[in-house]
């Protein structure tokens, strides 16, 4: 019994030092602690983790374990459905806010659509933060305030005063943005954005396939998945947080009344109907399904689509994106892409 009990608490130290190297300061560890509060949805079914979990990149562990059929998340009235695939949280805080660059390409802003573009909060990732408790498809929960009173009886309540202080639950609206802006934090945390995968820390030690996959990478992928450290980062994002409509066919898994002209909508241009925010590829292995509707349920299909998408009718077939679809790739190089991808997972 002692030689258990000692056991227990070794684990139990273990799991705290762990976290402890992964948060490293009192916001990260409020943001936490509301990225994993089921009672911040209208029933107490569903948190945020819930569609970003970590066995799943941060993406939907659902639809990871079930990707051929299970493509959208399931509101927390286990009915409800969205309209997109969700993306990963991972990495998500390198993306700036939404602006058209020096070559009138759109950049930056959350979602898949860049509708959260920082703007308001001058964070598009704490804005991101504020839409799903209040989404009647997502968190459902009735308005702001209810949020907020959520909160003030929660065990983390003196936690979230030692941040933000003792009457900063006061003003609803204030207390709210402070909700998006700590659960942007602990999605900056090193417990979201490790940088630890295999690229990360033993490149030296890739297999044949995974060096002949990275060499084809930078050949052909690297144009929209950068390989340079670039908006902050430490290392490379495998992103460009641009846009693109790489010809993605409708899925009809979500049925839509219309087809889905993502960016298009978002800043009223029909030259950019059709286009979709460029993922980040750091732990697309765990991520599964594919591209914005979820229309790929494995990885090599997904890059085989990449590859040559001459035999699939794009959703929107207008602004297609000419790098993509006649690539010219083997079977057996794809294979090596695909190898080289799944070195990009956290954790090694």
């Known amino acids: 019994m002692k030689k258990t009990v000692l056991f227990l608490m070794a684990v139990g130290f273990i799991c705290f030092a762990t976290e402890a190297l992964a948060i490293s300061n009192n916001m990260e560890r409020l943001g936490m602690r509301l990225f994993k509060d089921k009672n911040l949805s209208f029933n107490g079914t569903q948190s945020c983790q819930n569609c970003h ?37 991972a990495y998500a805080g390198f993306s700036p806010s939404l602006f058209d660059d020096a070559d009138g390409r759109w950049v930056g802003g959350m979602f898949w659509d860049g509708r959260a573009d920082g703007s308001v909060l001058g964070d598009p990732l704490a804005e991101q933060a504020q839409g799903p408790p209040l989404n009647p498809d997502e968190m459902a929960m009735p308005d702001k305030e209810a949020v907020i009173e959520v909160i003030k009886e929660a065990s983390y309540v003196f936690l979230w005063y030692r941040v933000f202080g003792r009457d900063s639950l006061d003003d609803v609206d204030e207390a709210y943005d402070d909700f998006g802006r700590a659960i ?12 630890s995968s295999k690229y990360d820390v033993a490149e030296e030690t890739f297999t044949p396939s995974e060096s002949r996959g990275q060499a084809l990478f930078e050949a052909n992928c690297s144009g929209c998945h950068s390989t340079s450290a670039s908006f902050g980062s430490p290392s490379a994002l495998f992103t460009n947080y641009r846009y693109a409509n790489v010809g993605v066919p409708a899925n009809p898994l979500v049925p839509l009344d ?15 109907d059709g286009k979709f925010k460029i993922p980040t590829l750091r732990n697309i292995a765990l991520s599964a399904p594919y591209s914005h509707n979820g229309s790929f349920s494995t990885l090599k299909k997904m890059v085989a689509f990449i590859n040559d998408r001459s035999e699939v009718t794009p959703e929107v077939p207008r602004n297609l994106d000419q790098r993509v679809g006649s690539i010219g790739l083997e079977e057996d190089q794809i294979d090596d892409i695909v190898s080289f991808l799944h070195t990009l997972t956290d954790g090694y």
């Not at 993406?59 to 969700?86: L, M, Q």
């Not at 942007?184 to 940088?195: C, L």
Request: hydrophobic share 35%.
């Open 258 to 272: 219309q087809p889905d002209f993502g960016l298009g909508w978002t800043v009223s241009d029909p030259s950019q």
């Open 184 to 195: 942007a934090a602990y999605e900056r945390s090193q417990d979201v954005t490790a940088f």
């Open 53 to 89: 979990h970590p066995f799943a990149g941060f993406a939907d562990i659902t639809n990871a374990n079930h990707p051929a059929r299970k493509v959208v998340s399931t509101g927390a009235d286990g009915v409800s459905k969205g309209e997109r695939n969700a993306p990963t949280a």
